[in-house]
Antibody, heavy 116, light 110 residues
C-alpha cells in the first residue's frame, strides 16, 4: 500500500524559502509522477507542480517560477522548495501521486504558516 | 478565479441523487481526462473518479462520472449524510501546461 508522509517546518518567515519533504513507502519512486498540492485556509485545492523521477517536471504558472520539486530515489523522498514566500503561501501542503492527471494517493498534509 | 467552474453548493435529501457540474474549455476538459475528489473536513482528499468515469477500487458505484465536450459531471446517488463534503473536479490544462482544479462544490445532505 502506498503511503506518503509530509514533513517540514510549520512556520516560515516572509521572504524565506519553504522546504518540505514527502517520504514514500510501499511504492517505487519510478512508478509515479509526484505532485505537490496545497489548500489555503478556507479556499480550494491548488496544484503546485509535478516531477517524474529524474525526468520531466512542470509548475503552476501562478507561482512565478518560485517552486522547485526534486526526487531523491535513494531516500524515497520528494521535496518541495518554494522561495520568497508571503502570507498568501500559508496553506496545508499535500504530496500526491499523479497518473493520467489524477491524484490517487495523498499524504496527510502539513500546515505551513508564513508569518514573522 | 479557478480555471474550472463548479457551482459553490448543491443540496439534496438523503436517498436522492445529485449531480455536480464542472465546466472548462478545449485546453483542459475538452482534451484531457477529468478526475473528481471528495474532501471531508479534517481529512485528506479522496479520489472518486479518474479518467472521466472510472472508479478506484473501494469507491462505491453510487459515484459516477461523465464528460461531454468541455464539461464534466459527477453523480452521487443514494445520498447519505456521510456524503456531506466538498467535491472538486480536476484535469490537465494543455495551454497552461499545469494541473487545474475547480473551485469546489459543497454538498449538503438535508
Amino acid at each position: 500500500q502506498v503511503q506518503l508522509q509530509e514533513s517540514g517546518p510549520g512556520l516560515v518567515k516572509p521572504s524565506e524559502t519553504l522546504s518540505l519533504t514527502c517520504t514514500v513507502s510501499g511504492a517505487s519512486i519510478s512508478s509515479y509522477y509526484w505532485s505537490w498540492i496545497r489548500q489555503p485556509p478556507g479556499k480550494g485545492l491548488e496544484w503546485i507542480g509535478y516531477k517524474y523521477d529524474s525526468g520531466s517536471s512542470s509548475y503552476n504558472p501562478s507561482l512565478k517560477s518560485r517552486g522547485t520539486i526534486s526526487v531523491d530515489r535513494s531516500k524515497s523522498q520528494i521535496s518541495l522548495k518554494l522561495s520568497s514566500v508571503t502570507a498568501a503561501d500559508t496553506a496545508v501542503y499535500y504530496c500526491a501521486t499523479m497518473r493520467t492527471g489524477a491524484f490517487e494517493y495523498w499524504g496527510q498534509g502539513t500546515l505551513v504558516t508564513v508569518s514573522s | 478565479q479557478s480555471v474550472l467552474t463548479q457551482p459553490p453548493s448543491v443540496s439534496a435529501a438523503p436517498g436522492q441523487k445529485v449531480t455536480i457540474s464542472c465546466s472548462g474549455s478545449s485546453s483542459n476538459i475538452g482534451n484531457n481526462y477529468v478526475s473528481w475528489y471528495q474532501h471531508l473536513p479534517g481529512t485528506v482528499p479522496k479520489l472518486l473518479i479518474y479518467e472521466n468515469n472510472k472508479r478506484p477500487s473501494g469507491i462505491p458505484d453510487r459515484f459516477s462520472g461523465s464528460k461531454s465536450g468541455t464539461s464534466a459531471t459527477l453523480g452521487i446517488s443514494g445520498l447519505q449524510t456521510g456524503d456531506e463534503a466538498d467535491y472538486y473536479c480536476g484535469t490537465w490544462d494543455s495551454s497552461l501546461n499545469a494541473g487545474v482544479f475547480g473551485g469546489g462544490t459543497k454538498l449538503t445532505v438535508l
